[in-house]
């Protein structure tokens, strides 16, 4: 199975500011269609996942231009460009080339 | 508005059995690829099991091989997922998710736990 590596774990955030969270995977991405299917997902507490970026860089209608995903081959990145209240949750990764598709371990966003 | 409704979750001994299912509205059900994804208590994500829109394709992670069937029909807008012989590791939130270039749409989830 490809497994997925996040960065860091837990990442105390200040309003406003900006955060990043790294996703590696252990094998490349990169579909036989030319495609990279990399996703990210954000889960609030109690709630269901969402997905924010998928196909590596392509946001989700409805999510706010603040969220950008970029990255190529087996090294993905999330980057939030002015932490809002709203954004505290668990970030999540996830592989949809090769099944079983497979996410990382999540990232615990939270305010300072 | 697309939609995902899970059903069917509780309380179960080990190895025992479990039917969940899965209402989907909003959308052509029968032109989709469809995931369920499951959840342990403070856990990550896994998905467990995907088929394809005919059913005609069905694949599951080594872990439920041989005891989960995942099945759809089409004309009823709905997914399914039997679990047989369950294990308290099977304890989680199972969610239906459906497949546009990865999970684009997820159910509110439904409560499977296994324990005596």
């Known amino acids: 199975d490809v497994v997925m590596t996040q960065s860091p774990l837990s990442l105390p955030v200040t309003l406003g500011q900006a955060a990043s969270i790294s996703c590696r995977s252990s094998q490349s991405l990169v579909y036989s269609d030319g495609n990279t299917y990399l996703s990210w997902f954000q889960q609030r507490p109690g709630q269901s996942p969402r997905r924010l970026i998928y196909m590596v860089s392509k946001r989700d209608s409805g999510v706010p231009d603040r969220f950008t995903g970029s990255g190529s081959g087996t090294d993905f990145t999330l980057k939030i460009s002015r932490v809002e209240a709203e954004d505290v949750g668990v970030y999540y990764c996830?592989?949809?080339?090769?099944?079983?598709?497979?996410f990382g371990q999540g990232t615990k966003v939270e305010i300072k | 508005e697309v939609q995902l409704v899970e059903s069917g979750g509780g309380l179960v001994q080990p190895g025992g059995s479990l039917r969940l299912s899965c209402a989907a509205s909003?959308?052509?059900?029968?032109?989709?690829?469809m995931t369920w994804v499951r959840q342990a208590p403070g856990k990550g994500l896994e998905c467990v099991a995907n088929i394809k829109q005919d059913g005609s394709e069905r694949y599951y992670v080594d872990s439920v091989k041989g005891r989960f069937t995942i099945s759809r029909d089409n004309a009823k807008n709905s997914l399914y997922l039997q679990m047989n012989s369950l294990r308290a590791e099977d304890t989680a939130v199972y969610y239906c998710a459906r497949e546009t270039r990865g999970l684009s749409h997820w159910g509110q989830g439904t409560m499977v736990t296994v324990s005596s």
């Open positions: 996830m592989q949809g080339t090769r099944w079983p598709w497979t």
């Open positions: 909003g959308f052509t059900f029968s032109t989709y690829w």
